[in-house]
């Protein structure tokens, strides 16, 4: 019973599911927690009726978590388009920004040559292949969820020859939603449901990379801000901006898009490529659920940040630079000035301080 309530809870979706029969013997991890779960099992059931507290298990299952990191871990939802659109970036900027001249070093090379870093079909574990779904209460919404990210610029069509494949067999990922905190959307029927972040179930495609840290390890911890202090009449400002859909700004090389193709196909006319019997969708950014998006958009941020310019707009025509005389003028975001991981902060004295920045 412990087995099934968590596997319906994380992701596997109907009663059905979440009962079937295992397909082969548990990995280590699986292993692990089931050792653990038998232990508290054995526990429960050596404790007398009355020792165990009441519990409405059905609300429980309900509430929203939260990880060991200080994360909230949200259930799975069913997606509709009337509740995804809210949580897009626009149009003009979905799938819009080129991602690879913003990274560097090993990063960019295995965006640019995804061979670096695909695992052989030997290392691949086999139970992470299942075909996920993507989740949405009908066919007819999946296939509108589908159109409106090919809409959006975030998915592309793809051909066969594109998707990759283990022992032959082509590897294909799913689609659900988290809810976005309290925001709602009125739907068609008039009710009021939460907005929902679009998440790609990737598993099966995490399941043959390598994994890309990117800038991850620059990050500065909690333990660099402690000696901060500031003298008479100084102020601290600091500044935060959650970007909405910000993965999905990105685009990535057509060399990735195969690793991330749907297992749910639309109407080959309804995108354009009336040349094919059904039309593939796979995601063409570094979508949520992708095991490297976070290494790899951390680094393209920071890129744009180190990449930055000041300008000042003006009325007057005649106090305008070109571009070029901008880009000599406008000093970019000098590195000394980085908080990261790996460098003290403070680094010497105020003035360093002053002009801090981070990602």
Not at 100 to 109: A, F, I, Q
Not at 129 to 139: E, G, I, N, Q, Y
Not at 161 to 189: H, I, L, P, Y
């Given at each position: 019973m412990m087995v099934c309530a968590l596997n319906s809870h994380w992701g596997l979706g109907s009663v059905e599911r979440a009962l079937s029969p295992p397909s082969g013997p548990p990995s280590r991890p699986q292993y692990s927690s089931l050792v653990r779960l038998a232990t508290a099992a054995d526990a429960i059931c050596e404790m007398h009726p009355g020792e165990l507290p009441e519990c409405d298990w059905r609300a429980e299952m309900k509430h929203t978590r939260v990880s060991y990191e200080g994360e909230e871990v949200s259930v799975a939802e069913a997606l509709t388009v009337e509740q995804v659109i809210p949580g897009l970036p626009p149009k003009a900027i979905a799938g819009s920004i080129d991602?690879?001249?913003?990274?560097?070093?090993?990063?960019?090379?295995?965006?640019?040559?995804?061979?670096?870093?695909?695992?052989?079909?030997?290392?691949?574990?086999?139970?992470?292949?299942?075909?996920?779904?993507?989740?949405?209460?009908?066919?007819?919404?999946?296939?509108?969820?589908?159109?409106?990210?090919?809409?959006?610029?975030?998915?592309?069509?793809?051909?066969?020859?594109?998707?990759?494949?283990?022992?032959?067999?082509?590897?294909?990922?799913?689609?659900?939603?988290?809810?976005?905190?309290?925001?709602?959307?009125?739907?068609?029927?008039?009710?009021?449901?939460?907005?929902?972040?679009?998440?790609?179930?990737?598993?099966?495609?995490?399941?043959?990379?390598?994994?890309?840290?990117?800038?991850?390890?620059?990050?500065?911890?909690?333990?660099?801000?402690?000696?901060?202090?500031?003298?008479?009449?100084?102020?601290?400002?600091?500044?935060?901006?959650?970007?909405?859909?910000?993965?999905?700004?990105?685009?990535?090389?057509?060399?990735?898009?195969?690793?991330?193709t749907s297992c749910h196909r639309v109407n080959r006319g309804q995108v354009g490529r009336p040349d094919l019997d059904e039309a593939r969708l796979a995601s063409r950014c570094p979508a949520m659920g992708w095991k490297l998006a976070v290494g790899v958009t951390q680094m393209a941020h920071r890129g744009m940040l180190r990449r930055a310019r000041e300008t000042r707009p003006s009325t007057d025509t005649s106090l305008l630079y070109s571009p070029e005389e901008m880009r000599a003028k406008s000093p970019t975001l000098e590195p000394r000035f980085e908080i990261r991981r790996d460098r003290a902060f403070p680094v010497t004295d105020n003035d360093d301080e002053k002009s801090a920045w981070l990602i």
């Open positions: 991602i690879v001249p913003l990274l560097d070093g090993h990063t960019r090379e295995c965006i640019l040559k995804p061979s670096l870093m695909r695992l052989s079909d030997d290392e691949v574990d086999r139970t992470a292949l299942k075909r996920p779904s993507v989740r949405a209460p009908s066919v007819e919404e999946k296939d509108a969820l589908m159109i409106t990210l090919w809409e959006y610029n975030i998915c592309g069509v793809v051909d066969d020859a594109e998707v990759w494949k283990v022992d032959g067999f082509d590897v294909e990922n799913g689609m659900f939603g988290v809810k976005r905190s309290v925001d709602q959307v009125t739907c068609r029927d008039g009710k009021k449901r939460s907005q929902l972040r679009t998440i790609m179930h990737m598993v099966p495609s995490n399941s043959l990379q390598e994994v890309i840290l990117g800038d991850i390890n620059m990050l500065p911890h909690e333990g660099q801000w402690n000696s901060l202090h500031l003298t008479a009449f100084e102020i601290l400002s600091m500044s935060l901006r959650d970007r909405k859909a910000y993965f999905y700004a990105f685009y990535l090389p057509r060399v990735w898009w195969g690793a991330f």
